[in-house]
Nanobody
Framework: QVQLVESGGGLVQPGGSLRLSCAASGSIFSIHAVGWYRQAPGKQRELVALITSTGSTNYGDSVKGRFTVSRDNAKKKVYLQMNSLKPEDTAVYYC????????WGQGTQVTVSS
């Protein structure tokens, strides 16, 4: 059974940085795309960043140039480095694995506020 566990969320001031981590277990990791989505209150879940098995990346328009997704296949982890954070980045961030119909973590809250 696939499990995804996020960590690293919290409260940060505008302009600050955070690094999210997601640990995967339960099945082969390296051959699947993994990444991050987010959902703010009253809004739909949206793509933040994805990274394929070959390392190709895809970012949501609102985070391009500020966020970086990476993966460590040996550790079965995916990371999201978030820089120059803005209040509009406040959301619950979900780890995602593109296997079968998709797997999701439980989410981690990121709040950007002064």
């Amino acid at each position: 059974q696939v499990q995804l566990v996020e960590s690293g969320g919290g409260l940060v001031q505008p302009g600050g940085s955070l690094r999210l981590s997601c640990a995967a277990s339960g099945s082969i990791f390296s051959i699947h795309a993994v990444g991050w989505y987010r959902q703010a209150p009253g809004k739909q879940r949206e793509l933040v960043a994805l990274i394929t098995s070959t390392g190709s990346t895809n970012y949501g328009d609102s985070v391009k140039g500020r966020f970086t997704v990476s993966r460590d296949n040996a550790k079965k982890k995916v990371y999201l480095q978030m820089n120059s954070l803005k209040p509009e980045d406040t959301a619950v961030y979900y780890c995602y694995k593109a296997q079968s119909s998709g797997y999701w973590g439980q989410g981690t809250q990121v709040t950007v506020s002064s």
